[in-house]
């Protein structure tokens, strides 16, 4: 078959999980950010010793992007925007995801949906998109509320980290210390609180996520109609359809495929309306 006729020998892993893939500009929409176990400097759970400083936050896996020429039960084969071609054994895969479109109107209150968008106060947000979970998929995701910095930092009442000198018209600081020592509207200034939420649905209109300890978040759209919803489930290859958008995370590159720690289809048509074959 000709899709197993690359010459791995003159391919390294830079050029698989970057410039064989990188020019398809699909986004890639909700992706998680630094949690709980993040600490108060959001780095690493590990001092570094040497220096007496914590690290700073690990750099982003690096993703590519590809489209599906041929699947059966064992393989899965990407095509670039060059027109390369990569095989990618299904045993080579640790976590299959699934994204498929869906609706506010699908929702129930056994959903459970992620939201990350900007803190507009009194527990509301406002963003473009939310995930939604169904099923055994909620498995997924856990219960989650917390509010997060412009670096993906998790938002703390004192940061040891912060040791620079401000006043009042010292508009990056006030930024960096996140607008609580010197409030500013996020509408006026761009102070980049955001809230990352995951619950149950309460109620579609408006939009309301469960949150734990009794509560719950309004999640609002920036104008009306503007809120963009993607299911996603676990997944394999029989998922997968000639033409079908995918995201990759590879980790390595063998003679026989590529090992991704994550592989993600993005599908046309709602999880309900598809068939597999």
């Known amino acids: 078959m000709a899709y197993f006729g690359v ?15 990188a020019a398809l500009p699909v986004p890639a929409r909700a992706q998680r950010l630094a949690g709980a176990n993040a600490n108060a400097n959001a780095g690493n759970n590990e001092i570094d010793v040497a220096d007496h400083v914590t690290p700073l936050p690990p750099t ?6 590809g489209e599906v020429i041929m699947a059966n039960a064992k393989w899965i084969v990407i095509q670039n925007h060059q027109g390369q071609q990569f095989p990618v054994a299904m045993d080579a895969v640790t976590q299959f995801l699934v994204r498929w479109p ?22 509301t947000m406002r963003t473009d998109h939310v995930d939604v979970f169904e099923g055994s998929d909620r498995s997924l995701v856990d219960p989650l509320y917390v ?3 412009p670096n993906n930092r998790v938002d703390t009442a004192v940061d040891p980290g912060f040791n620079r000198f401000m006043n009042a018209f010292d508009i990056g600081s006030q930024n960096l210390l996140y607008g609580w020592a010197y409030p500013v509207n996020p509408d006026d200034a761009g102070a980049p609180i955001r809230l990352h939420v995951v619950g149950n649905v309460l109620g579609i209109n408006p939009l ?8 719950f978040s309004n999640v609002l759209p920036p104008e009306p109609g503007a809120l963009t919803v993607t299911q ?12 079908d958008i995918v995201f990759l995370m590879p980790t390595a590159l063998t003679t026989r495929s590529v090992t991704l720690s994550q592989l993600v289809l993005y599908k046309k048509i709602p999880f309900r309306q598809f068939r597999l074959p």
């Not at 609706?103 to 129930?108: I, P, R």
């Not at 309301?208 to 509560?215: F, I, S």
């Not at 996603?232 to 033409?243: M, P």
């Open 147 to 149: 509010r997060v910095l």
């Open 7 to 21: 010459n791995w020998k003159r391919l390294g892993l830079a050029l698989v999980v970057s410039a064989a893939f």
């Open 60 to 65: 982003p896996p690096q993703g590519a992007w």
């Open 232 to 243: 996603i489930t676990r997944g394999n290859s029989s998922f997968a359809e000639k033409g």
């Open 102 to 123: 869906s609706a506010l109107n699908a929702l129930t209150n056994e959903s459970v949906v992620e939201a990350i968008g900007m803190d507009m106060g009194s527990n």
């Open 208 to 215: 309301r996520v469960a949150l734990p300890g009794n509560n």
